[in-house]
């Protein structure tokens, strides 16, 4: 039933490491985005794809890859991972276009880098 | 480029007291204004919206107007519970639809107490 699902909810993990976080949504969406939200609760855009498509890439570093094998599936994949990785990533999805846009996120996952 | 600023939280309110969030944005062209509301442990869920000026997004007893004069978008409700204690975000999109990248505030924390 879940519209937009993220696995893992937790990931603890040590500093160089490299890790994946994965995101699927069921709602028919064609757009879908990767979010970070800092310790203050600061939500920020890093990427966004529609139907596959790298459509935005905000200034994120390039350890940070996303992937997205088919459009309802965003991965995204840290190499290296930093203490400042440290933060909650939500996922999201909309149908573009058309005032029934809204974004739907998922429930978030925590990372926590040591 | 686009902003939004919503009031420095922390809010705490006894139950039953009114409650107004003040939001404005900056944007070019028409954005779409959007309210999110997080609950504590839990991901980001739409509260309400509006994609024109005028035009009032209402749920569960919260309502925001979206004022173009003065670039606002205000969200209020006339008498809290202990249930909507949570981080509120104001949010803009640069599309009617809104299927563009999301423009956050920086969430203003509610506490209702009993």
């Known amino acids: 039933d879940t519209a937009v699902s993220q696995t893992p909810k937790y990931l603890v993990t040590q500093m160089g490491n490299d890790k994946s976080i994965k995101c699927e949504q069921n709602?028919?969406?064609?757009?879908m985005y990767w979010y970070k939200q800092d310790s203050k609760k600061f939500l920020k855009i890093m990427f966004s794809?529609?139907?596959?498509?790298?459509?935005i890439n905000e200034t994120v570093p390039n350890r940070f890859s996303p992937k997205s094998p088919d459009k309802a599936h965003l991965n995204l994949h840290i190499n290296s991972l930093e203490l400042g990785d440290s933060a909650v990533y939500f996922c999201?999805?909309?149908?573009?276009?058309?005032?029934?846009?809204?974004?739907?996120f998922g429930p978030g996952t925590r990372l926590l880098v040591l | 480029g686009d902003s939004v600023t919503q009031m420095e939280g922390p809010v705490t309110l006894s139950e039953e007291a009114c409650l107004t969030i003040?939001?404005?944005?900056?944007?070019?062209?028409?954005?779409?204004l959007f309210w999110y509301v997080q609950y504590p442990g839990e991901g980001l869920q739409l509260l309400l919206k509006?994609?024109?000026?005028?035009d009032k997004g209402s749920n569960k007893g919260f309502e925001a107007t979206y004022r173009k004069e003065t670039t606002s978008f205000h969200l209020e409700k006339g008498s809290v519970q202990v249930s909507d204690s949570a981080v509120y975000f104001c949010?803009?999109?640069?599309?009617?639809?809104?299927?563009?990248?999301?423009?956050f505030g920086k969430g203003t924390k509610l506490t209702v107490n009993p």
């Open positions: 949010a803009l999109s640069p599309t009617q639809g809104g299927s563009e990248k999301l423009v």
């Open positions: 794809y529609n139907n596959k498509e790298l459509i």
């Open positions: 003040n939001c404005t944005y900056t944007a070019t062209g028409y954005p779409s």
């Open positions: 509006a994609t024109k000026a005028d």
């Open positions: 709602l028919g969406h064609d757009t």
């Open positions: 999201a999805s909309s149908q573009e276009g058309g005032v029934e846009g809204t974004q739907y």
